[in-house]
């Protein structure tokens, strides 16, 4: 059975960091597409981050509000994929999913996506 399992997250005052791991179990992901999606209360779920390979290499991909700010990145000895927040900000208050594809290319859309986990809460405030 495979399974995602997300930690690391927690409460952090505004400018502080945290970082998020997810652990996969069940198979390997190593040459599969995966991503860190966020939903905040009353939103939609939205890809924040993610990592994958097409035909001109690895890609990474990060939404405009948090460029420069997060880091996605993988161990696929550990098949793992982590999430580094810096800089935290009030408005990145949400439930944090990791999520993986069946195939190498990153996709934008939650639906295209073939495993979750179940979420872990961060909290940004004072």
């Known amino acids: 059975q495979v399974q995602l399992v997300e930690s690391g997250g927690g409460l952090v005052q505004p400018g502080g960091s945290l970082g998020l791991s997810c652990a996969a179990s069940?198979?390997?992901?190593?040459?599969?597409?995966m991503g860190w999606f966020r939903q905040a209360p009353g939103k939609e779920r939205e890809l924040i981050a993610a990592?994958?390979?097409?035909?001109?290499?690895?890609?990474?991909y990060y939404t405009d509000s948090v460029k420069g700010r997060f880091t996605i990145s993988r161990d696929n000895a550990k098949n793992t994929v982590s999430l580094q927040m810096n800089m935290l900000k009030p408005e990145d208050t949400a439930v944090y999913y990791c999520?993986?594809?069946?195939?190498?290319?990153?996709?934008?859309?939650?639906?295209?996506?073939?495993?979750w986990g179940r979420g872990t809460q961060v909290t940004v405030s004072s």
């Open positions: 999520a993986a594809r069946e195939t190498s290319e990153i996709a934008y859309r939650k639906a295209a996506y073939d495993y």
């Open positions: 990592i994958g390979w097409n035909w001109s290499g690895r890609r990474l």
């Open positions: 069940g198979r390997t992901f190593s040459n599969n597409a």
